[in-house]
């Protein structure tokens, strides 16, 4: 899924942009902001994150609001959050993460791996190498566990009268974006 208002990551003292919502992130729910949010067009979830790599885990750095009246009040939901997840860690996720970075020469992908929070592996690709971590990733994918999860949970989806996803579709999805559907390196 696509970000309008984009999160960002600190990694090695550097801060990128995240294009893609981290899979299974639920902060609303580990946070307790919903009510302080402001959906837009810009941004649907109503915030935008910064997060951290810290010790080696994925920590949550700073929230920022979509409605400045509120901003004020997320202070005290951070250091709540702080002092129930150590650092601020996000233990619960499993994601793949991609950051790009702008060398002069040639860009450079950087794939990190997140496992239960902590930073588990981390791939540096030029671009022709990138896709051809994309293509073994999905190759790779096919028949796992959080495949046919995934095939379950969009064909469910479908209501009787109109079977909007097939498998093929789905599938094709999953292809042409294959680190926004799986969640660990394969």
Known sequence: MTVQSKDSLIFKGKRYSINANLSDLDLLSHLDIEKYTAKSSRNWRGYTAQFII???????????????????????????????????????????????????????????EISNGLLSQVLFCNEEEFEELEKRQFKNFIGSDEYKRKIEFYLSMNDKKNAFFTEEKVVGFMEKNIFSYSTKLY
Do not use: A
């Open 54 to 112: 810290r010790n080696n885990f994925l920590c949550l750095n700073e929230i920022f609001l979509h409605n400045d009246e509120e901003q004020c009040r997320i202070e005290q939901t951070l250091q709540k959050f702080y002092s129930k997840y150590e650092d601020g860690r996000i233990e619960w996720l499993n994601d793949v993460v991609i950051l790009n970075e702008d060398d002069k020469n040639e860009p450079i992908r950087i794939i990190l």
